[in-house]
């Protein structure tokens, strides 16, 4: 199950001053980004796409094939996705307070295979002390000549901004955060036309990158594409971050490789069940994804295509962990209630269906349900995403709100006897 | 002519150069309003349209989609409890109404006297150290409703000029997400993001 | 430049896509949904407008479309055709997204439709019945909000019915460039909202009440007044901007209800300044005149129309038989139609014998210029410019549709503009390159120009260039838009020229030959050039307006004409009222009493704007057709009518007896008009022909001319109209008429602190011709050095052409 360590190595191995410049360089940091100055942009590009790292921000699209989408028109821009907000969801920040000098040193490489000179780290408003945590480090880069003008003495100039965002889930929707960036409501844009590769920060052609992801970068080079892609098993490669909470025994952050099954993510990476309860649902990739149960989704390997299968996703390798005491109309409440939270309100589906999801949640959930409310919801959620297929048909411009529906697709496939004993016993059994 | 002390007036300057396009730097310039005002006023938003070209409105569109840009005065520190699903499988709620009976301030409102500011949040990013919560975005994980009170009549007694994460998590704190390493020398002065370019961090323990 | 300057593509070849199993050829670049609506399949929508760019956010135009990739549900609206695309709208699929997004749109909506203004006409409501699931599954507690809440003086906002559709924020920051009114917060809160205490105050703020799919942004001048299914309308233009937009007016028992913009390509895409549209109120008022009038002392008494003909008629007869026709002499034109111009032209030249004729009195602007100019411009023209200099009056205080037309090339089709005023104008956002300069100064920066400076400017001037010149102040030499106009011939490539003026038909009125140096049809005067038709004309020069009054004082002039004319507010020398008063004899013709015809003999009634029927000839000479569909009050009738009665009377008949007549007449004898026949206006050419170049027809070469230089004074006087003033008509719409910012003095923030004024201070204004008390207006917008007045404003003292200016705080 171990597999060697990428993203996690350097803190791993050096818990106390990993995100300082002295024991970054000690360990051979900013040596990529060298070695990527004397590389011609298309080698970069080949390479990242032969390494088979796929972005860590949920969607898991291939980076190298990503960049060579690129539009030609300059200047280009790189915005590095750090506004981690989505329930589960905490490697980010780790990566980002414990290793900042990493993602910089990624930013340069991918500045470079891209043509960039102005790249942006979009960090969460809440993530006050990451977000310094990074300042401090791109005002050292600065310091040395890595960042700036001329970098490493090279006629390359590159600039980092950090960028602090305000409060808003969907700004981690790369098209949301272009839009916040600009100065505006972070409400995600249309695609089409507004792919960010043709037309993105500016209307420029703009890469938008996770922070897992930028921060593999230099192990890749260090290590080369071919070792990279076969650290994993089989069909995947690279490894990647897991995040780990609710009711296990070890909750955190975990560097892992695909293949391993749920069973023993949760009892031997997670330490199993709180108190050695029962398990009762999990969600596998974040909020957003379709929740799995232990009856049919326990011994499923933990592989993008198994998940995708099984009709769920590993997004942002979020895994929440609920055992037989939670109540799930009210884990499913506080899900919708999340995605209504944060709906940018452009659409109609979402602005108004993920509020009425919640209403009607709410209801039963404090004793007020009516035995048609469970249809109801769901008829609602087909509103928002078409007979709530998988992979979704949506009816909205972004998935938010299709998000939304996965928690009713759970209590309609698995806990509908739980809805109705709220119904009928007006109230929740578990109060 | 501008409201703002030369300072800050000094750090808007500052904040738009590191931006190709002014109107980008309408975020960190509303935060730096925040700072001038303790919370985002009318006055604050106009001020910010004229250094990026927008109208007061526009402003207004803009920080109103935002939760961290607060349009009402708020208290010294603003303590926000997560009670997303993580945390609320751990106790987020019973954290909260500890915060909200200790204090007496529910949930999006301020004590009389401008000290306390509590409210619920969704996600903070804490999930492995839920339950977690903040208080002027400095991070608390593994709290409990006990010491969810404590974190209250400690701010209430002893008022530090600013709060350091490392400091309220020993003292209040438990399970963490993930091992935070080293201490962090910083602390926050007011209810919005501690941050180097806002100027709205100190070094913790100076007063 | 990554855009080709609004060009349109190539028209490539056509596309073949299936819409619901049907084929059909449409244009590359086409949204879906628009293809499909021109191919006869409407798709539902809230949100996407023809005229701004889509947002895709209602999703009520959901489809399913197919590429080769397997069906894919996505918005027809932000799609655009792919060869070989297959569209769906009608499927099962479709059909589910199109019941929700009407679901979810109704579930917190209001159930007032039978007290709202849009019911009956409701996009929302009528989709709801035609796409909609029947019943709502909704028992929750429906989102409230304060009713409505008034966001400008003629707008209120009822949030409870907004849908969120982005239209009003979109027009606001796209079209017409006042972004006050936004989104606030986010999600299920979002609402639509203005700032505190800053209204939503936009010239243009009318239009978002016109394409607000529901009743959520109401009118003050309409709200509650009628049902839309009581309604006849017919189409017509404005009678303000000389842009003439068109717009359709509304009509319930034999009152205008509401104008509505009519969406014509060349001229305004739809939309109306809050002027075109809500000044309509004018002719319902009670103001207005309803029968003939005669002096009796100091009193004006009521007669009949045989009594006052022949009064009239036997007076002008009896001054012409003694001193000739060059003793009488006729001013206006410019508001009515070109029909009514035309009889007055005729009337002047072959009734009275006299060529003092003008229809020019505020804006001396040549009058061959304005009508005749070598490389006249279009409206469309400003769409392909590589370059647009406005250089003239704020467009868009004066001329709205310009202005829009302007900003949008700027904006959205990349195209670079230069604007040089004395002080800041609505366009200055969107300019490349701003110039100001001191008032009367013009010619100076002219020879700057000249001289290739500033550089980048003169670089700007290459290429194709139009040029949008007119009188930017009361200041200016009324040479120096022409001058521009040669400099600029002189610098460019190509060049289009669009001369200014700004009442609502001038162009028109001159076309007629409503100028001593004009003739119908473009034609320069010459006693002989109609002899065919108006037999010989009087020889020599005619007098314009300046020199009728001149003529008035000197008693050479014993009799005037006024045909909706006020020279006594609108003449900018001083001295009109006296000369009037002294006049042996003034007759009128007008729909209301003013400062000018207090002083007449007798007054006819006159039908105004939707009482009369005819053409009209806007800023870039294109003739468009207006129509009658009110009833004119009491006994009044339109010009030509009132002139032809005189003309019988008079011996001299110029067998103009019906308006059909008039018109055929224009075509017959004016070689520009001679295509311009009301049959092809009706019918082929709804949205107007531009008359143009004909045989006989005046080209004018622009002349560089010399002109003073700005005085030397310490603070400079810029009077300039602006969109709202005291002008006889907007004093009678009750709804605009609050809007003239009244007499307001304009001051830097510098000059106000040296004289020691601050915002609201009362001070005395003085230069040679006048003086008076004016507020003061502390105002960035308007340079140091230079103060601004709006011109023609209620209770505003005059202050005559003198920009030497002095100003006195009252203490
Ligand atoms: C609603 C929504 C929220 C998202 N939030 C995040 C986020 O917080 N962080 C992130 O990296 N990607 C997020 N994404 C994915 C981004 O849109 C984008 O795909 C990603 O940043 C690309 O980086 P990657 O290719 O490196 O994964 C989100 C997507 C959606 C639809
Ligand atoms: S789905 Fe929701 S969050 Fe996404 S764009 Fe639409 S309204 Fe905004
Ligand atoms: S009309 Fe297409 S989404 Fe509104």
């Known amino acids: 199950m171990s597999v060697p360590l990428v993203v996690t190595k350097r803190m791993t191995d050096h818990p106390a001053d990993s995100h300082t410049m002295e024991r970054f360089e000690a360990t051979g940091g900013y040596a990529q980004a060298r070695k990527a100055l004397d590389m011609t942009r298309d080698d970069i590009v080949e390479l990242v796409k032969s390494s088979g790292l796929l972005g860590r921000g949920g969607a898991a699209f291939s980076a190298g094939l990503k960049w060579s989408f690129l539009a030609p028109a300059r200047p280009a821009y790189l915005v590095v996705n750090g506004d981690e907000s989505e329930p589960g969801t905490f490697k980010d920040r780790q990566l980002l307070e414990r290793d900042p000098h990493q993602m910089i040193e990624g930013i340069i490489i991918t500045s470079i295979a891209n043509e960039v000179h102005h790249a942006f780290v979009y960090i969460r408003g809440e993530y006050a002390k990451p977000a310094r945590r990074v300042q401090q480090a791109v005002d050292e880069a600065y310091a040395k000549g890595y960042l700036g003008k001329g970098i490493f003495g090279t006629d390359f100039d590159l600039e980092v901004t950090v960028h602090l965002g305000g409060g808003a889930y969907i700004c981690g929707e790369e098209t949301a955060m272009i839009n916040s960036l600009e100065g505006r409501r972070g409400e995600p844009r249309l695609k089409p036309p507004y792919f960010p590769a043709a037309k993105g920060l500016y209307m420029m052609p703009t890469i938008v990158n996770n922070v897992e992801t930028v921060s593999d970068l230099p192990r890749i080079l260090e290590m080369g594409a071919d070792e990279f892609a076969h650290l994993a098993h089989e069909n995947d490669t690279g490894t990647f971050m897991m995040s780990l909470s609710g009711h296990v025994k070890k909750p955190g952050n975990y560097e892992l490789a695909h293949g391993i099954t749920w069973r023993e993510l949760i009892f031997e990476v997670g330490g199993g069940i709180t108190d050695d309860r029962e398990l009762k649902a999990w969600i596998p990739g974040g909020a957003s994804a379709p929740w799995f149960v232990p009856e049919h989704h326990l011994d499923l390997e933990i592989t993008k295509e198994a998940t995708a299968a099984a009709g769920s996703m590993l997004g942002s390798g979020a895994v929440i962990v609920m055992d037989e005491t939670t109540c799930m109309v009210r884990a499913a409440e506080r899900v919708v209630r999340f995605f209504s939270h944060e709906s940018c309100g452009q659409c109609t589906p979402c602005r108004e269906g993920t509020t009425w999801l919640e209403m009607i949640l709410r209801r039963i959930e404090e004793g007020q349900g009516r035995a048609v409310d469970l249809d109801l919801a769901i008829g609602v959620s087909d509103g928002i995403s078409i007979d709530l297929a998988w992979p979704p048909k949506m009816t909205t411009i972004c998935p938010l709100g299709p998000s939304a529906v996965s928690p009713i697709k759970a209590l309609k496939d698995y806990f509908r006897s739980e809805v109705d004993a709220h119904i009928e016993g007006e109230g929740c059994p578990f109060d | 002519m501008s409201r703002w002390s030369d300072e800050t007036q000094i750090r808007a300057k500052e904040i738009i150069s590191r931006y190709p396009e002014k109107r980008s730097a309408v975020m960190p310039l509303l935060y730096l309003a925040m700072a001038e005002d303790g919370y985002l006023s009318d006055e604050g938003m106009t001020e910010v349209g004229e250094w990026v070209d927008l109208t007061p409105a526009q402003v207004q569109a803009v920080a109103s989609f935002y939760t961290m840009y607060k349009r009402q005065p708020t208290g010294k520190y603003l303590v926000s409890c997560c009670t997303s699903i993580s945390c609320m499988l751990l106790g987020g709620d019973e954290v909260l109404h500890a915060l909200e009976d200790e204090s007496g301030v529910p949930h999006g409102e301020t004590d009389e006297e401008g000290l306390l500011s509590v409210e619920h949040v969704e996600c903070i990013g804490a999930c492995g150290g839920a339950v977690a919560l903040q208080v002027n975005y400095e991070l608390i994980e593994g709290v409990t409703p006990e010491k969810a009170r404590q974190l209250v009549q400690w701010l209430k007694a002893a008022r530090p000029e600013a709060v350091n994460t490392d400091e309220m998590q020993e003292l209040f704190g438990g399970v963490r997400s993930f091992d935070w390493a080293i201490r962090d020398e910083h602390a926050a002065v007011g209810p919005y993001p501690g941050f180097q370019p806002l100027g709205t961090i100190r070094q913790a323990g100076e007063e | ?811």
């Open chain 3, 1 to 811: 430049m990554l855009i080709s300057k609004g060009r349109v593509a190539l028209l490539t070849d056509l596309l073949t896509i299936k819409i619901d199993g049907r084929e059909f050829e449409v244009k590359p670049g086409e949204l879906v949904i628009k293809a499909a609506e021109d191919n006869g399949t409407y798709i539902p929508r809230f949100c996407w407008h023809s005229r701004m760019k889509p947002v895709g956010m209602c999703r009520m135009c959901l489809v399913e479309v197919d590429t080769g990739r397997g069906p894919l549900l996505v918005t027809a609206c932000t799609n655009e055709v792919v060869d070989g695309m297959s569209v769906d709208t009608e499927g099962d699929t479709v059909k589910k997204a199109q019941e929700a997004v009407l679901e979810f749109l109704l579930a917190n909506h209001p159930l007032d439709c039978p007290v709202c203004d849009k019911g009956g006409e409701c996009p929302l409501q009528d989709q709801a019945m035609a796409y909609g699931p029947g019943e709502s599954r909704f028992v929750e507690i429906k989102r409230t909000y304060e009713k409505p809440i008034p966001i400008s003086d003629l707008v209120l906002l009822d949030r409870e019915r907004c849908i969120l559709c982005a239209r009003c924020t979109r027009f606001s920051e796209e079209i017409s460039g006042d972004p006050l009114i936004e989104f606030m917060d986010r999600g299920n809160d979002t609402e639509i909202n203005t700032f505190p205490d800053l209204p939503f105050s936009s010239y243009f703020s009318g239009n978002t009440v016109q394409i607000c799919p529901v009743g959520a942004l109401t009118a003050k001048p309409y709200r509650f007044r009628a049902r839309p299914w009581d309604l006849r309308m017919v189409e017509s233009s404005s009678n303000f901007d000389p842009a003439h937009p068109r717009l359709s007016i509304h009509v319930s028992e034999n009152e205008i209800l509401r104008l509505v913009g009519v969406d014509s390509e060349p001229v305004n895409h739809g939309w109306l300044s809050d002027k075109d549209r809500f000044g309509f109120e004018y002719v319902r008022s009670d103001n207005r005149l309803t029968t003939p009038l005669v002096r009796r002392g100091d009193q004006f008494e009521a007669i009949d129309w045989s009594e006052a003909l022949d009064m009239v008629s036997n007076r002008l007869g009896l001054i012409g038989d003694e001193s000739g026709g060059q003793a009488i002499a006729v001013l206006g034109g410019s508001q009515g139609t070109n029909e009514d111009a035309y009889a007055l032209s005729k009337f002047a030249r072959t009734v009275l014998k006299t060529n003092n004729v003008d229809s020019l009195i505020d804006e001396r602007t040549p009058a061959q210029f304005l009508a005749a100019t070598v490389d006249r411009g279009l409206i469309s023209d400003l769409d392909t410019a590589d370059t647009i200099l406005v250089w003239g009056p704020d467009l868009k205080e004066t001329h709205p549709t310009l202005y829009l037309r302007v900003r949008r090339a700027a904006q959205e089709l990349g195209v670079q503009l230069v604007v040089i005023h004395p002080r800041a104008t609505g366009l200055d956002d969107r300019a490349d390159r701003i110039l100001r300069y001191r008032p009367g100064g013009g010619f100076e920066l002219l020879k700057d120009l000249e001289a290739g400076l500033p550089a980048d400017v003169f670089d700007l001037l290459t290429g194709s260039v139009v040029a949008i010149v007119g009188q930017a102040s009361l200041a200016d030499d009324p040479q120096l838009p022409e001058s521009v106009a040669a400099v600029i011939r002189d610098r460019a490539e190509k060049v289009k020229i669009i001369p200014l003026t700004s009442r609502a038909n001038t162009y028109g009125a001159l076309d007629m030959g409503m100028a001593p140096d004009l003739l119908p049809g473009r034609v320069a005067y010459r006693s002989d050039a109609m002899e065919s038709s108006w037999g010989e004309l009087p020889s020599g020069q005619g007098r314009g307006a300046k020199s009728i009054f001149e003529g008035l004082r000197t008693e050479e002039v014993r009799a005037l004409l006024m045909v909706g004319a006020d020279p006594a507010r609108d003449l900018p020398e001083e001295g009109a009222v006296e000369a009037l008063e002294l006049a042996e004899y003034v007759v009128a013709i007008d729909a209301f009493m003013n400062d000018s015809n207090r002083h007449a003999d007798v007054i006819f009634p006159a039908a105004v704007f939707s009482e009369k029927e005819g053409t009209t000839t806007n800023v870039e000479g294109r003739v468009q057709k207006v129509n009658a569909i009110t009833p004119a009050p009491g006994s009044s009738r339109p010009d030509w009518a009132i002139l032809d009665d005189i003309s019988v009377r008079m011996g001299a008949p110029m067998g103009l007896s019906s308006v059909e007549i008039v018109a055929k007449e224009i075509n017959a004898v004016a070689p520009a008009y001679q295509d311009a026949t009301w049959d092809r206006l009706e019918w082929e050419d709804r949205d107007g022909v531009v008359v143009s170049d004909a045989d006989g027809a005046l080209v004018h070469i622009p002349v560089r001319l010399n002109g003073p230089s700005a005085p030397g004074a310490e603070l400079t006087l810029h009077i300039s109209k602006v969109m709202y003033d005291d002008g006889v008509r907007l004093r009678n719409c009750p709804s605009l008429r609050p809007l003239a910012p009244g007499a307001v003095v304009h001051i830097h923030p510098d000059d106000a602190r040296r004289l020691g004024a601050q915002e609201g201070f009362e001070v005395d204004v003085t230069t040679s011709k006048g003086e008076g008390r004016f507020r003061a207006r502390i105002d960035v917008d308007t340079p140091a050095g230079v103060v601004f007045v709006p011109q023609n404003q209620p209770s505003a003292p005059r202050l005559g052409i003198d920009p030497v200016v002095r100003i006195k705080v009252v203490t």
